[in-house]
């Protein structure tokens, strides 16, 4: 008797140990934010995003909700069902059906729509100049656009049955449906649809004008990474454009940066090494693994290349700060001033909160990076700013697995939307397409960097990161800014006048 | 007691009053054939479509089956199940993919992919010439690639949970994953995919075209119907198609059919004319009601005008019959002597099922058609070659209820295909389509019959009937169907010259 217990025991401690380190090595990893505006703690407070707001009084948006279809692609009973999906109209500079005035429309991304829309550059702005019909629509499955009555919150993502629903495919249909819609209620069968999204939602407006062309005649797709999915691009792009911010910006700043890794990781393998790292980088509770400490401090070098904004330009402020500190400042102190200059001096609570920082991504969002959105970020042997394993599909597998009950399908976005040879089979393929970018965004080298044909055509800036463009024009942007916006909406005439002078 | 069971007994029967002609009105409309090659009854047996099949044997064409994706837009756990879709290849006359030689792929339709290939002729024709790599792909929910390993039968139709998955966006994205799957197991990266597909499957194959560019290079989508859905065209068109090509024929053929319907429902209304109409018609069994026959006699009239193929011609043939009825043949003989021409001088019993020759149609096309494939044909006052009521949408919604449990969703394919304002949504999109259409076909009202743009290319011939270049060439071959096929082959070869040039 007792040797069977003991033999159940040691059986069950086996598998303990063998599941363990399955179990530990499944936290979902993120990948880095993919959003038009950086998180609160890299916002320049000087900055006005809402300089154009001017123009618009909150009272001409019309926040409307429309019954939308549960699953376009499926005729089971319960695809029929509806959910209530929000969109707004502003239309106080439209000129009117008769003459067969524009319509933009701002497709929303990963996350809630929101309330203030005046931050939305390419509609507020260009309203009166292109006698705009604005709509703003927001992704079902964010902010108040959730099937089943529910709440943007966890509860929804524990249910496997309705997440199934939530993917890109159906939110283009969505927007095909709300968009058809709004023709018909404001009885616009010929103004023509251009269609804007930045970032995830940039992905999304190229992704509908080549899709839904009888639908929208024309896309501006802000850094808009299409190309960072299964091996169209190598994995460690972004992180090599980090590098090269860096780099760039002061090559002592960068060696500095190099250097710390391997300080940090032999400190921290050390008996009482996380108390130290704890100190050092004044973390308001002690930290536990070592990871926590390298994803707080990756997230900082990403976020401010990403959102390396004029005019407080994230890295150099960082770079200032790491080369500037006082003689004698061992490594560590040089890296805590860079993290100091940007976050401020001891975070909220006189301490970091290094969750608060890197846990910066939805759980929504993290189902897409669990189903179709898999785009395959890691390092590389190339890669010193940061210390980041390659990307690692089975483990992605794992993860995914064991978080949602469901495995990614990362051939499905290639399949689907295309990618492969993207030069060759667009160029006669489609028109009308904008890809901007700014080539210090690390997800610019994701992006559409030349002509891929006399209609789809590539914007970019050395200068710029991500989304700038997609902010309101403000007296304080820099020439090429403006001078990137002039193109687009250049472009934009361009397109128009073709199109009216076909009309005729 | 008595009172209150007689209240109950009138309530019972005014109910059933109420909807006994809900019920009776809700038999499944069916809609005419829509697939490559007429019904059993037109087929010429002097004709052999399978001539070329001498260049094919048997043992080349490879069949495969495929693990495929149940649900492509959905992340439920039952969305990763898999079924078996069967394809087969032939790679005899392939060039291989040194040379970057083409894939010709035929998108397969309503029906089961059969195991006779060779009757597909721009494959088997053109695979010697192009040297191509052939590969035909069965539509799920058809022939042998059902899902949950059930069998093409009116089982798999009754579960409603089951056949939400089948549709047409589904299977352009099952042909998209297996296109892909051929080019790797066949490590042909740079092999260029043209899609053929005829009627339901030229639809298919000029959307395929459209949403999947980056997998098919180019599409000859043969007599595809894609402007029958809304109000894109008039309901009528396809009756009015019939009725001129009847009129065109002969007009005194024309008048004799036109006046046979007064005298058709004349009769038919009387006492005991059901029984007249029934020995007149040699049916099979005693008419039911006037509406089995109408569907039977609109069926010929329409099969003989959309298979109106050379060297048979089965108007002509129809007419020659209903015109040289010995004199004082009656209307109604003349009818008769009409469908007899075509289906033979007394059925196969000595009499005619009427049902056998209306209820052409799968259970299967019938669940399409009351899903997304709504195509509203109806009859209209300038419509006299048939008694037809006009499409009605509301009649349509109440009978794909009852069959179906869901109501048809006739916004969607022109949501998602497009349709609207074809010419100038396509002028600048797109590119390599072939509509091809043969003018006699009343599905060609609903094709594309002018240039798109340089791309986009109608070829059609006035005398044609449906999907006739789909067949095999053969010598009996028209001029002006051999000089289609011709044109179709030099533009493929344009795309083909185009594309090596770039690749070079």
């Known amino acids: ?60 948006f019309e926040t409307k909700f429309y019954e939308q279809t549960l699953d376009h692609f499926n005729y089971q009973p319960q695809s029929y069902s509806t959910f209530k999906q929000k969109y707004v109209t502003n239309s106080r500079y439209w000129g009117g059906a008769n003459s067969s005035s524009p319509i933009l429309a701002y497709l929303g991304a990963e996350s809630s729509l929101g309330d203030d829309f005046s931050y939305i550059g390419p509609l507020s702005d260009n309203a009166p100049r292109f006698k705009a019909l604005l709509i703003y629509i927001e992704h079902r499955f964010y902010g108040e656009s959730i099937p089943f009555g529910l709440e943007e919150d966890a509860i929804l993502l524990k249910n496997e049955s309705i997440r199934g629903y939530f993917n890109s495919e159906q939110a283009l249909a969505d927007y095909a449906e709300i968009l058809r819609h709004v023709k018909e209620i404001f009885g616009a069968p010929k103004s023509p649809i251009i269609v804007v999204g930045g970032s995830y939602g940039g992905m999304l407006a190229a992704w509908f004008r080549l899709k839904y062309p009888h639908i929208a005649m024309g896309a501006l797709a802000i850094s808009a990474p299409i190309l960072y999915f299964e091996d169209l691009i190598p994995h460690d792009a972004y992180f090599s454009v980090v590098q090269k911010d860096f780099k760039e910006q002061s090559e002592s700043c960068f060696k500095t940066i190099e250097e710390s890794w391997d300080i940090i990781y032999k400190i921290g393998s050390k008996p009482n090494g996380l108390s130290l790292l704890s100190r050092k980088f004044k973390s308001c509770s002690k930290l536990k693994k070592i990871d926590d400490l390298s994803e707080f401090i990756v997230n900082i070098y990403s976020s401010a290349a990403q959102y390396n904004e004029p005019p407080r330009y994230p890295v150099k402020l960082m770079c200032d700060a790491i080369d500037g500190a006082p003689d004698g400042t061992d490594v560590l102190g040089r890296i805590l001033a860079g993290i100091q200059s940007l976050v401020g001096s001891d975070g909220n609570r006189g301490c970091y909160d290094l969750r608060g ?52 399908r990362p051939h499905w976005v290639t399949t689907y939307y295309g990618g492969y040879d993207i030069k060759m089979v667009l160029r006669k393929f489609g028109s009308n397409i904008i890809f901007s970018n700014g080539l210090r965004d690390p997800w610019s080298r994701a992006g559409v960097l030349e002509n891929l044909s006399d209609g ?49």
């Not at 401690?13 to 890299?42: C, D, N, V, Y």
């Not at 590389?380 to 697995?401: A, G, H, Y």
């Not at 590539?458 to 989304?467: D, P």
């Not at 090429?480 to 073709?498: F, S, V």
């Open 1 to 60: 008797m007792l040797r069977s217990s003991l033999k159940f025991l040691f059986q069950w401690l086996f598998l303990m140990l063998l599941f363990f380190p399955i179990f530990s090595a499944t936290k979902l990893r993120k990948t880095p934010r993919l959003s038009p505006f950086g998180p609160k703690f890299l916002r320049d407070p000087s900055k006005n995003i809402f300089s154009s707001s001017s123009l618009h009084s909150m009272k001409d």
């Open 357 to 408: 920082y890197s846990d910066y991504l939805t759980e929504s969002w993290d189902w897409q990076t669990c189903t179709e959105m898999v785009i395959p970020i890691g390092g590389s042997d190339n890669i010193t700013i940061v210390r980041e394993k390659p990307f690692n599909m089975k483990e992605r597998n794992k993860q995914c697995k064991r978080h949602y009950g469901v495995v990614p």
């Open 456 to 504: 789809l055509l590539a914007v970019y800036t050395i200068e710029g990161s991500h989304c700038l463009d997609l902010n309101p024009a403000s007296e304080i942007d820099t020439p090429w800014l403006t001078e990137q916006r002039e193109k687009e909406i250049e472009i934009m005439e361009t397109w128009l006048a073709n199109y009216y002078a076909y009309l005729k």
